[in-house]
């Protein structure tokens, strides 16, 4: 039995066209679609996870301040922390 994706690779370009435009199920009583313009909570997101992210760092250098100059000792724990914290300030490439 072929998949999907086989079945919509070997489609024509009628029939890709008109699959761009119907949507695949009916929307729920009282939603109206909007696929031009929708709605999004992204900037709702970025607010969010920038200030659990700036708390995240104010928390990382006083960890780091009293385990370096304070209390002059490390362990592997530190570095595993430092590698996270690295880890989220590398830019990722999302695709």
């Known amino acids: 039995m072929p998949s ?8 024509s370009p009628e029939v890709l066209a008109l699959l761009e435009l119907v949507p695949a199920h009916q929307p729920p009583n009282g939603t109206k679609p909007n696929f031009a313009n929708p709605p999004s909570r992204g900037d709702l997101q970025v607010q969010i996870t920038s200030v659990v ?3 995240m760092m104010v928390f990382f250098l006083n960890r780091a301040y009293v385990k370096l100059w304070l209390m002059r000792k490390v362990s592997w724990d530190d570095a595993t922390l430092c590698l996270a914290v690295v880890s989220l300030l590398v830019p990722q490439q999302i695709s």
Do not use: T
Not at 4 to 11: G, P
């Open 4 to 11: 999907i994706a086989e079945e919509i690779a070997k489609a």
């Open 53 to 55: 992210f700036g708390l």
